[in-house]
């Protein structure tokens, strides 16, 4: 979604050369120590709840209205929202247990009304402030679309909120797709807690790296079975980097376009053949377009290792997260072809990919915002997934 202002848009869609590869440094020079390990309990145990807020229709409204909203056409808040912040047991990027938080949203309701459970997953950010659970602000997403009808879960990953000072696992599958299920289990125990009622139906979106977590949590939803595949309904991943070879060859042929002379040294997928100075080099371009002088959360750096290394079968074993399965719910996939940070190839590979696996209701929109980038997509976006998931959702 596109917005005029740099530091609303980092919460919601900042991925790319400067975010694609923000999974390749650090944060600050004094990061937050490590926190402890959560008690022996099993994976989406749920540990603590805490009231934040609750935001009227009326502030929802006002907020969209501003220039620097998400939304700000097409879609019109109808109940109050109250939202908690949880912390649960999920694992980091070795399996190990990890104490991670989220924020649950949910529509004030009549008394016994129930409501469909949305999970969102958010955008790359390079903030622990900027974490679902640190920020419930009534222009943010996961309230918006709970004053839509949805109680929204919203969780902050692994590196945010509760679990700041570990390592981000950014674009590796498993965690990405854990922190998600685990949030899920973690607030069905809360909402059974606190009465309130769902409807049996559970749907997924996400922009950017939201996107990627999204694909990678129904993947693991899909393959798992159990209650949480019973109600899947359908999945709205935007302007993700699904295919993380094909993102990372788009990124690497994008610094031999900005530098020819250093291109000539090298060719994409024979980078472990280059020269030691050439591949410090290329390294160092790609990280030094990553992390901002702000930035306060670390990021692993995994996947850029193994494609420095020519790793394709690591690449795709642990980190892509469109091989090895086909969708039983629908995918509604979402992306801009002129997109500079995420490309559109990334897209149309998972399209292809998962259609070939047999996936039998799955597409890809694209937008058509003007300049089709990434970032100028995401109001399009917001607004596309309110409609396609709008027409399974019941109890609105």
Same mark, same amino acid.
């Given at each position: 979604?596109?917005?005029?202002?740099?530091?609303?848009?980092?919460?919601?869609?900042?991925?790319?050369?400067?975010?694609?590869?923000?999974?390749?440094?650090?944060?600050? @020079? =004094?990061? %937050? $120590?490590?926190?402890?390990?959560? !008690?022996?309990?099993?994976?989406?145990? /749920?540990? #603590?709840?805490?009231? *934040?807020?609750?935001?009227?229709?009326?502030?929802?409204?006002?907020?969209?209205?501003?220039?620097?909203?998400?939304?700000?056409?097409?879609?019109?808040?109808?109940?109050?929202?109250?939202?908690?912040?949880?912390?649960?047991?999920?694992?980091?990027?070795?399996?190990?247990?990890?104490?991670?938080?989220?924020?649950?949203?949910?529509?004030?309701?009549?008394?016994?009304?129930?409501?469909?459970?949305?999970?969102?997953?958010?955008?790359?950010?390079?903030? @622990? =402030?900027? %974490? $679902?659970?640190?920020?419930?602000? !009534?222009?943010?997403?996961?309230?918006? /679309?709970? #004053?839509?009808?949805? *109680?929204?879960?919203?969780?902050?990953?692994?590196?945010?909120?509760?679990?700041?000072?570990?390592?981000?696992?950014?674009?590796?599958?498993?965690?990405?797709?854990?922190?998600?299920?685990?949030?899920?289990?973690?607030?069905?125990?809360?909402?059974?807690?606190?009465?309130?009622?769902?409807?049996?139906?559970?749907?997924?979106?996400?922009?950017?790296?939201?996107?990627?977590?999204?694909?990678?949590?129904?993947?693991?939803?899909?393959?798992?079975?159990?209650?949480?595949?019973?109600?899947?309904?359908?999945?709205? !991943?935007?302007?993700?980097?699904?295919?993380?070879?094909?993102?990372?060859?788009?990124?690497?042929?994008?610094?031999?376009?900005?530098?020819?002379?250093?291109?000539?040294?090298?060719?994409?997928?024979?980078?472990?053949?280059?020269?030691?100075?050439?591949?410090?080099?290329?390294?160092?371009?790609?990280?030094?377009?990553?992390?901002?002088?702000?930035?306060?959360?670390?990021?692993?750096?995994?996947?850029?290792?193994?494609?420095?290394?020519?790793?394709?079968?690591?690449?795709?074993?642990?980190?892509?997260?469109?091989?090895?399965?086909?969708?039983?719910?629908?995918?509604?996939?979402?992306?801009?072809?002129?997109?500079?940070?995420?490309?559109?190839?990334?897209?149309?590979?998972?399209?292809?990919?998962?259609?070939?696996?047999?996936?039998?209701?799955?597409?890809?929109?694209?937008?058509?915002?003007?300049?089709?980038?990434?970032?100028?997509?995401?109001?399009?976006?917001?607004?596309?997934?309110?409609?396609?998931?709008?027409?399974?959702?019941?109890?609105?």
């Amino acid at each position: 979604m596109s917005f005029p202002h740099p530091t609303r848009l980092a919460a919601w869609a900042t991925l790319g050369l400067a975010a694609t590869l923000s999974a390749c440094g650090g944060g600050n @020079d =004094d990061p %937050a $120590p490590p926190p402890p390990p959560p !008690p022996a309990q099993t994976a989406g145990s /749920l540990l #603590s709840s805490t009231p *934040v807020n609750t935001l009227t229709p009326e502030q929802i409204t006002q907020a969209m209205a501003d220039p620097d909203s998400k939304v700000q056409s097409g879609v019109a808040p109808r109940y109050a929202v109250r939202s908690w912040r949880i912390t649960y047991v999920s694992s980091d990027k070795h399996g190990a247990p990890v104490t991670a938080s989220g924020l649950i949203s949910v529509p004030l309701k009549a008394a016994g009304a129930r409501s469909p459970v949305l999970s969102y997953q958010h955008a790359t950010t390079f903030r @622990d =402030d900027q %974490a $679902p659970g640190n920020k419930v602000e !009534p222009v943010e997403p996961p309230i918006v /679309l709970a #004053s839509l009808g949805y *109680v929204v879960v919203s969780p902050d990953y692994v590196g945010f909120g509760a679990a700041k000072g570990l390592e981000h696992p950014y674009l590796t599958a498993a965690p990405s797709a854990a922190v998600v299920v685990d949030m899920l289990h973690a607030a069905q125990s809360w909402r059974q807690q606190n009465a309130v009622a769902d409807n049996g139906q559970l749907f997924l979106a996400g922009y950017s790296e939201g996107g990627y977590v999204t694909l990678a949590a129904q993947r693991a939803i899909e393959q798992a079975g159990g209650t949480l595949r019973q109600q899947l309904q359908a999945s709205v !991943p935007g302007g993700g980097p699904y295919d993380v070879q094909a993102t990372m060859d788009a990124q690497v042929e994008a610094v031999r376009e900005r530098n020819s002379t250093l291109g000539k040294l090298f060719e994409p997928h024979r980078l472990s053949k280059a020269p030691e100075w050439v591949r410090q080099e290329l390294r160092r371009l790609l990280l030094r377009q990553m992390i901002p002088d702000d930035a306060d959360v670390r990021y692993q750096t995994l996947f850029l290792d193994r494609y420095m290394a020519d790793d394709q079968a690591a690449i795709a074993a642990e980190h892509s997260v469109h091989l090895g399965w086909a969708p039983g719910v629908p995918v509604y996939l979402f992306h801009g072809r002129d997109d500079l940070t995420v490309p559109y190839a990334a897209a149309t590979s998972a399209l292809r990919t998962l259609q070939a696996a047999g996936a039998r209701d799955i597409s890809l929109t694209d937008c058509t915002t003007p300049d089709y980038g990434h970032l100028k997509c995401v109001p399009e976006y917001f607004r596309f997934a309110v409609e396609r998931m709008g027409r399974l959702a019941r109890d609105l």
